[in-house]
């Protein structure tokens, strides 16, 4: 019991040094190996023999094959309290694969038919040993091991038990990228090449780590940029990631995400498929899926791991997901089944580009477990493809079991159809041909040169890892074969769809491909015509958090949320948006306004008292016809300039009023129509004159009425102001202070035409800006001013006899003006738009119209209408006796 304790701590102690020193450590260890038999019989620390059995057949030349011809699928919980049931670590007794059967059988025909080719490798038999991995990293790296010590019971991979075992030059697998991995830090220890026919790990793609490492797939790095070029293309944006927790699965769903993240998508969710157990986490993925909004879902899986989660996701009838697979399960005969149709109906996913073996179909058909009784994997076949037992096999034989013969024939085993890991193990086995062959060839070019005769010596296996990296050659359907400097075949994917025919199998069909290769447009390509999808009339399913944006829109963050999930938020005034799912709204120029839609820019409409604007001509038709009013008022005046009312009234002040009251009028033209530099310059001096000297003469009626009446009492000094002169006086004063207004307004800062638009949105308001609003509220107030006098001055001698009540109108008409323009103020402040300009020629014409009808009517109706009062005693009050 002492030494074995001892022996154990040596292995503890140890057991660190062997990462960094692993040849010298397996050379200790196999001179120990007697001392270890020895202790054998005390029944501790002993090294378990392996079972593990394959195909070997001999041959100048060795190449070493890992296929995973059974599926590991037994689950029981470990208690490590007790060693493991002897199945649970070598023995795959459940799903036997055919299609990885075909793998195998696919290298045994490449191998053949190198030793048949008279100028590949000529005169060279080549050897294989393959074995099976049953899809664990473990045991492939355990049979590994075995296959470099020899087929030794125990495995010492430095030390080889057949002489014939130092003939290997390199190994073709494993299929998995986890497997791949393990196996490929061992080989790479001893440079021997190593070529996977279906692992896409971009890890494996680190020549620092695994230097030996060659595939004749692409990395799963160009797949993550395709898988996340074609979510983009079919616009979903929400999309669920789930995968196996290997390397494969854990780095596919990083650079994926990555790659859809950068595409402007969001990830739902992240599901890891325990690949130790993958039923234990299947419920929880199921409900994962089930309780998500999610219609599209990434799976970066092998078949086998996929398969339980299936099953729980057919166990709650879930549907209407859309799948988009990995190229590890896309074609995988263990998925794609009837059975689970109604939960992966319309997947869709990256296969490997397709190929052609032209002799692989008469060599399936061809097989025959008599004729190679060596192939224990054949027999498996025949039994599960014929549905019988070999009689040498008693475990589960009764009489009742169908007996194997041999001569069972039931159709072809095998129909030509789309090839894809299949062809990547035929020419990752003539890759290596190739490469052996450059090798040789130099050698016996060298020999020849120096006239030796060359016999053949193995080549080392650095030499062969040197020679793959420049192996070029085309394949029998014309492809291209040759690796990158990281031992990557050019990423070249085909596009597939899952398709179900009438009789109810499922199909891989084409539907598009991937070159990663090239940085061109045309690497990708979809018929989406083609497709069959898992919705009612095959419409390309939607997957999206919240829906896009319509134009006129643009997308808000909702707080907590990824960027995916947002809300529609209405552009705001002034702004378009003109595509969907807008992140910003765009403004309009400064003389272009959103449309309804708010999806384009238009021009704002101009607006402006328009001469076409009803109400435009409204003002003026009124402004021309009242304007004709004052001028027929001066002609009726003009013919009765001799009667005694006319001359009472001071017959040239009032023709100067009429013609003053015409002009006012008509200067309310000047505020209609396309504001112009000169009409604005010109509109508001011309109405504040021409009022100035309508009120002036307004005025100056009144004085002379105050004057004359005042000056009737004896011995008023009043007498000599009864002339005309104080009339011009008047007139001319109240004029020329207006001028003075005006002229200081022009020089300072004169109207000018200009374009608003911020007054009114989506107008642009064409006005006339005042400059100097003071000069121009000065003019008005002047004019204000002016009337109040006038109007105190009436008032005060309203008293008037009745037959010359002149105060009394022009109390009246002063009133009433006076009442225009007070209301006007509000009004014209409160106005927008070509509504300012209306509402002053509003007042203009109001205005006017007052003095009109307050002074001229009563006169104009007693000339008229009453000619008989239209006398000086009437006038003088003593024609009422």
């Not at 193995?458 to 192996?471: F, G, H, N």
């Not at 000297?693 to 009864?722: D, H, M, N, Y």
Request: glycine content about 6%; overall charge neutral; proline content about 6%.
């Amino acid at each position: 019991m002492l030494l074995s304790a001892l022996w154990c701590l040596l292995v503890l102690f140890l057991q660190p040094l062997i990462s960094y020193h692993l040849p010298c450590c397996l050379i200790v260890f196999s001179l120990l190996t007697p001392f270890a038999g020895g202790l054998a019989g005390m029944g501790v620390c002993r090294a378990p023999k392996s079972d593990i059995t394959g195909l070997y057949r001999e041959g100048n030349i060795v190449i070493g094959g890992v296929f995973p011809v059974h599926v590991y699928r037994v689950y029981q919980q470990l208690s490590y309290r007790s060693p493991p049931p002897t199945e649970l670590i070598s023995i795959c007794l459940l799903s036997f694969v055919p299609l990885t059967f075909q793998w195998l059988q696919t290298l045994l025909l490449a191998v053949q038919e190198i030793s048949a080719s008279p100028y590949l490798l000529p005169n060279i038999t080549l050897g294989v040993h393959l074995f099976d991995s049953c899809a664990s990293p473990g045991r492939a790296l355990e049979g590994i091991s075995w296959l470099l010590s020899g087929g030794a019971s125990t495995p010492i991979p430095n030390y080889h038990w057949r002489s014939s075992m130092s003939s290997l030059v390199g190994v073709v697998g494993d299929s998995s990228s986890a497997s791949s991995l393990a196996m490929a830090r061992l080989l790479g220890l001893y440079r021997y090449p190593q070529i996977s026919y279906f692992s896409t790990s971009s890890l494996l793609s680190d020549r620092t780590q695994f230097p030996s490492f060659f595939r004749t797939v692409p990395s799963d790095i160009f797949q993550s940029k395709g898988l996340a070029q074609l979510v983009s293309y079919f616009g979903w944006t929400w999309i669920g990631m789930m995968g196996e927790d290997t390397d494969y699965g854990q780095e596919g769903i990083r650079t994926t995400t990555t790659e859809i993240l950068r595409s402007g998508a969001c990830v739902a969710f992240t599901g890891y498929i325990l690949t130790s157990r993958p039923d234990r986490n299947a419920p929880y993925l199921s409900r994962v899926i089930i309780e998500s909004n999610v219609s599209v879902i990434v799976v970066f899986s092998s078949g086998s791991n996929f398969v339980p989660v299936v099953e729980e996701l057919l166990k709650h009838n879930v549907t209407g997901k859309t799948w988009v697979a990995s190229e590890s399960w896309s074609t995988s005969a263990l998925v794609s089944k009837e059975k689970y149709w109604r939960v992966l109906k319309g997947t869709i996913g990256f296969a490997l580009h397709s190929g052609h073996i032209s002799g692989l179909k008469q060599f399936m058909n061809s097989l025959d477990p008599k004729k190679t009784p060596d192939d224990i994997f054949l027999k498996e076949f025949w039994e599960v493809n014929f549905r019988c037992k070999w009689q040498i096999q008693e475990v589960g034989w009764t009489n009742s079991t169908n007996v194997c013969t041999g001569q069972e024939s039931n159709g072809p085993l095998f129909t030509d159809g789309i090839q894809r890991v299949t062809y990547s193990v035929y020419i990752a086995v003539y890759a290596l041909a190739w490469a052996l062959h450059g090798i040789l060839m130099s050698r016996q070019r060298a020999c020849l040169q120096i006239h030796k005769t060359h016999h053949l010596k193995l080549p080392l296996p650095l030499q062969v890892m040197d020679s793959m990296r420049t192996v070029h050659f085309e394949a029998e359907d014309g492809r291209n074969v040759y690796f990158d400097p990281n031992g990557n075949l050019p990423a070249v994917y085909d596009i597939v769809n899952w398709q179900m025919d009438p009789a109810g199998n499922i199909h891989h069909v084409k539907v598009g491909n991937y070159d990663g290769s090239t940085e061109d447009e045309n690497t990708f390509s979809v018929n989406t015509s083609s497709i069959q999808w898992n919705t009612e009339g095959s419409q390309v399913p939607l997957s999206f958090c919240s829906r896009s944006c319509p134009i006129g829109f643009r997308k808000a963050a909702i707080l907590g949320k990824p960027i995916c999930c947002f809300q529609c938020v209405p552009c705001p005034s002034g702004e378009i948006s003109n595509q969907t799912d807008s992140v910003d709204c765009f403004r309009c120029p400064w003389d272009q306004w959103p449309n309804n839609q708010k999806d384009q820019c238009i021009l704002k409409p101009v607006e402006f008292l328009s001469c076409d604007d009803p109400v435009g001509v409204t003002l003026i038709t009124s402004s021309v016809i009242s304007s004709i009013i004052p001028v027929a008022l001066l002609g009726l005046f003009i013919n009765f300039k001799t009667t005694p009312i006319v001359r009472a009234n001071n017959y040239l002040l009032s023709c100067v009023l009429l013609v003053s009251l015409s002009l006012c009028f008509l200067c309310s033209l000047g505020f209609i129509g396309y504001p112009q530099p000169e009409k604005c310059l010109l509109r508001q001096v011309a109405f504040g004159m021409v009022f100035a000297l309508c009120i002036s003469c307004v005025l100056a009626k009144t004085i002379t009425v105050v004057i004359a009446f005042k000056a009737t009492k004896p011995g008023s000094k009043l007498r000599k102001w009864t002339g005309t002169k104080v009339t011009y006086l008047v007139t001319g004063l109240g004029v020329l202070l207006q001028l003075g207004i005006c002229i200081i307004w022009l020089s300072t800062f004169p109207s000018f035409p200009e374009n608003d638009i911020q007054t009114q949105p989506g107008v642009i308001i064409a006005h006339c800006n005042e400059g100097f609003p003071t000069a121009f509220w000065c003019m008005l107030g002047y004019l204000g001013l002016l009337a109040t006098i006038s109007f105190v001055l009436a008032f005060l001698v309203r008293r008037l006899p009745d037959s010359f009540n002149e105060a009394k109108y022009i109390t009246f008409s002063m009133l009433a003006f006076l009442s225009v323009w007070v209301s006007f103020i509000p009004a014209y402040l409160s106005a927008r738009g070509k509504y300012t300009d209306a509402m002053e020629v509003f007042a203009i014409l109001s205005s006017t119209w007052a003095l009109v009808i307050c002074i001229f009517l009563p006169k104009c109706f007693i000339i008229i209408f009453q000619p008989e009062l239209n006398n000086k005693d009437s006038l003088m009050g003593r024609g009422k006796k």
